[in-house]
Nanobody, 124 residues
């Protein structure tokens, strides 16, 4: 079992930046791949970014490529999502998720554990 807690969300102007954090506890964090997903008001949850167990492989949704950076620090049991050049359409609840076996995945159904989410609101 892995518990995930996101933080770092908030209200930011378009063009600004935020760094989201995901604190993991429970089982060995380095055994899990990690992902970030988001859900905008009235929309379905969508994939944002994922990173494998050791940080050696990452993958991004086309909509965030070049603006978002996913990373992790296994020694601290932490995951991160640096989000730059924010746009109003990035407004959403951002969720951290973990997947057993360490390989990256881009679908919600592939993730085994979820955090409660952190709200990012981008004003124009």
């Amino acid at each position: 079992q892995v518990q995930l807690v996101e933080s770092g969300g908030g209200l930011v102007q378009a063009g600004g930046s935020l760094r989201l954090s995901c604190a993991a506890s429970g089982r060995t964090f380095s055994n899990y791949a990690m992902g970030w997903f988001r859900q905008a008001p009235g929309k379905e949850r969508e994939f944002v970014a994922t990173i494998n167990w050791n940080g050696g492989r990452t993958y991004y949704a086309d909509s965030v490529k070049g603006r978002f950076t996913i990373s992790r620090d296994n020694a601290k049991n932490m995951g991160y999502l640096q989000i730059n050049s924010l746009k109003p359409e990035d407004t959403a609840v951002y969720y951290c998720a973990a997947r057993i076996f360490g390989a990256i995945a881009t679908t919600s159904s592939a993730m085994d554990y979820w955090g409660e989410g952190t709200l990012v609101t981008v004003s124009s």
